[in-house]
């Protein structure tokens, strides 16, 4: 079995404890971390939700995966830093009010920071004040994330509330997660809008490089 799959099924199976000696091996084989990232890590989380939707899967096994992929990032995230050059770009992400979802919001964030942009990740169910606070302090990034379709509109918020404090110009609003679409996106004002986290690394690089 290759590294891909060991670490693929690591997460899949939520094998907390072996994950972390699995993703140093790799990295001592030789293994980039970002391609474990991308053609492992990922795929996984990928996996884990389809065998939710599938009911295949319940909530315990789910947070068991989560609490993998969160272990399996903690020991590839000091090679995808260290790995890339610093960009002086400032993104403060979090997931919008009314919702508390944040695997998929922490790995954009974990794929960003070992893309070189200076992180504030700044949690979740947070209201539109939140992120103007983060304009206000020199964000220069705005990343919105939604999991809920009763959540999506807390993205419109937060667009108008910087809109009215009369620093929309100062920043840019990137958009993200499952129910959202580019077209949703378009619709409340945002600039940008990714599908995933490699799509919010390849986005900003355009923007910033
Ligand atoms: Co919730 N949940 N959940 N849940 N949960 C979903 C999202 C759901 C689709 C499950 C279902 O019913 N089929 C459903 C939403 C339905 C809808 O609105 N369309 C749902 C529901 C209904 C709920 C509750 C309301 C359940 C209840 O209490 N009755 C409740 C809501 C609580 C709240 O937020 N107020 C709830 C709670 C929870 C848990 C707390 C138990 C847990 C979250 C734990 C956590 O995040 N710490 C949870 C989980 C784990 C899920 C599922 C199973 C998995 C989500 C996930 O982590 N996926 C999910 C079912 C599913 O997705 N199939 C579900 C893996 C992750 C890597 O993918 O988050 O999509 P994802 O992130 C991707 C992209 O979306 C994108 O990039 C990421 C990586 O590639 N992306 C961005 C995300 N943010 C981005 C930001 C960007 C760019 C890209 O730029 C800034």
């Not at 770009?89 to 998929?104: C, E, L, W």
């Not at 790995?107 to 949690?123: D, F, K, S, T």
């Not at 509109?153 to 937060?158: A, F, K, Q, S, Y």
């Amino acid at each position: 079995m290759d590294w891909m799959q060991k670490i693929s099924e690591g997460i899949v199976k939520g094998k907390k404890k072996e994950i972390t000696p699995i993703a140093a091996d790799a990295i001592k084989d030789g293994v980039s971390a970002s391609a474990l990232v991308d053609e492992a890590v990922i795929p996984a989380m990928n996996t884990v939700s389809e065998l939710w939707r599938n009911q295949e899967y319940y909530l315990p096994e789910v947070m068991r995966s989560a609490a993998t992929m969160q272990a399996a990032m903690d020991a590839l995230k000091p090679y995808l830093v260290s790995g890339e050059h610093g960009k002086d770009v400032r993104v403060s992400i979090g997931t919008v009010q009314g919702d508390i979802h944040d695997i998929g919001k922490n790995l954009v964030a974990i794929m960003l920071e070992g893309a070189g942009y200076r992180i504030e990740n700044l949690g979740v169910d947070l209201p539109p004040e939140r992120f103007l606070k983060a304009v206000r302090d020199g964000a220069e990034v705005i990343g919105l994330s939604s999991l809920l379709t009763t959540s999506m509109d807390g993205m419109r918020n937060v667009i108008e509330c910087i809109e009215e404090s009369g620093l929309r110009d100062q920043v840019k609003i990137l958009v993200g997660g499952a129910p959202v679409t580019e077209a949703f996106a378009r619709k409340v004002g945002a600039d940008y809008y990714a599908d995933n986290a490699a799509d919010a690394v390849e986005i900003l690089n355009k923007l910033f490089d």
